[in-house]
């Protein structure tokens, strides 16, 4: 939905970037916890903040000095 809202108003100006983000959220209330993460999101996806890495999808190659337990 932020994506399509925002490629719908590619090159246009913030005002109507803003006002297609308003229009687009799903949910009823305005308020609590899914609009907060509406907002994050969208703060992610226009780059006007970096997104956390997802836990447990990093992936970390063992330390080449270390032997090996279990051989």
Request: hydrophobic share 40%.
């Amino acid at each position: 939905m932020i994506a399509a809202a925002l490629a719908e108003t590619a090159g246009q100006d913030e005002k109507a970037i803003k006002r297609a983000l308003f229009d687009a959220y799903p949910f009823a209330a305005r308020q609590y916890w899914p609009y907060a993460v509406w907002l994050n999101e969208i703060k992610i996806q226009r780059g006007l903040k970096p997104a956390k890495p997802q836990r447990g999808k990093v992936k970390y190659e063992p330390d080449p000095r270390q032997p090996e337990m279990f051989p």
